[in-house]
Nanobody, 124 residues
Framework: QVQLVESGGGLAQPGGSLRLSCAAS????????MSWARQAPGKGLEWVSG????????GYVDSVKGRFTISRDNAKNTLYLQMNSLKSEDTALYYC?????????????????WGQGTQVTVSS
């Protein structure tokens, strides 16, 4: 069965960096687009970034453009999110999600498998 396991979260200072990873198994990773989504305390789930199946296309929500970089290693079945210049408003539980196909979409209904999440806290 599909498994998505996130790691790399933790506590960072404002302006700092973290790198999230998502180890995928149970499906042909290179056939599917992948995304990161997040849920801040008291708020709904928000799509953050996505990458096409071959890595040729990436997309970001406006609030993280220029600060976050999504990437993938299809040989290692792993998705990444490099987060730089972190802000307090980036504090959230971050989820890795598998798309239903190879294309990046910002609609969360497009994603049919989710990891358990990794907590990112940005605070001084």
């Amino acid at each position: 069965q599909v498994q998505l396991v996130e790691s790399g979260g933790g506590l960072a200072q404002p302006g700092g960096s973290l790198r999230l990873s998502c180890a995928a198994s149970g499906f042909t990773f290179s056939n599917y687009a992948m995304s990161w989504a997040r849920q801040a305390p008291g708020k709904g789930l928000e799509w953050v970034s996505g990458i096409s199946s071959d890595g040729s296309y990436t997309g970001y929500v406006d609030s993280v453009k220029g600060r976050f970089t999504i990437s993938r290693d299809n040989a290692k079945n792993t998705l990444y999110l490099q987060m730089n210049s972190l802000k307090s408003e980036d504090t959230a539980l971050y989820y890795c999600a598998k798309s239903r196909d190879s294309l990046v979409r910002g609609n969360l209904r497009q994603y049919n498998n989710w990891g358990q999440g990794t907590q990112v806290t940005v605070s001084s």
